[in-house]
């Protein structure tokens, strides 16, 4: 696995890939619809916040963070449980000194995921102001434990 920053030829690929998690729960609304979100990601990778995992040479999972927050970490449905979300964890958290998040309440697995990261909850909120769904949502945080501390 090769971890890389994203370039925008990337961007229908990466849409492939969040596709598969925010359009695959049937009867939830969508946030924004298939042009806003190309547009978006066109965006973000363009400005250098997208890092990519490459298996194979192909893009298997994607992690979007500007400054501390990670605004979203997605893996290929093929890759998931493989560590390809962990790897791309692992290298923002050597990036930064502190990362924070919002995860969807009702996701248990990503809040197992990002608890046995290191992350810890930090706060809830049931209007959902950490997502473009309007759900509730826990807001969670790293910070590096510096060596001798």
């Known amino acids: 696995m090769t971890l890389s920053r994203a370039h925008i030829w990337n961007v229908p690929r990466l849409a492939v890939i969040l596709w598969s998690a925010t359009r695959a729960v049937p009867g939830r609304a969508c946030a924004r619809s298939r042009a806003d979100d190309l547009w978006l990601l066109g965006r973000v990778?363009?400005?250098?916040?997208?890092?990519?995992?490459?298996?194979g040479g192909r893009i298997a999972g994607f992690l979007l963070r500007?400054?501390?927050?990670?605004?979203?970490?997605?893996?290929?449905p093929e890759w998931?449980?493989?560590?390809?979300?962990?790897a791309?964890?692992?290298?923002?958290?050597?990036?930064?000194?502190?990362l924070d998040l919002w995860v969807l309440a009702?996701?248990?697995?990503?809040?197992?995921?990002y608890r046995g990261a290191?992350?810890?909850?930090?706060?809830?909120?049931?209007?959902?102001?950490?997502?473009?769904?309007?759900?509730p949502d826990i807001r969670m945080v790293w910070t590096r434990e510096e060596a001798g501390a």
């Open 45 to 55: 990778t363009w400005q250098g916040r997208v890092r990519v995992a490459r298996v």
């Open 66 to 76: 500007d400054g501390s927050r990670v605004h979203a970490l997605y893996v290929a």
């Open 80 to 86: 998931r449980g493989q560590g390809v979300g962990r």
């Open 88 to 98: 791309l964890l692992r290298d923002a958290q050597a990036r930064a000194g502190v």
């Open 106 to 113: 009702e996701n248990l697995r990503a809040r197992r995921f």
């Open 118 to 135: 290191g992350f810890a909850e930090a706060g809830y909120d049931g209007r959902g102001g950490g997502n473009d769904e309007g759900l």
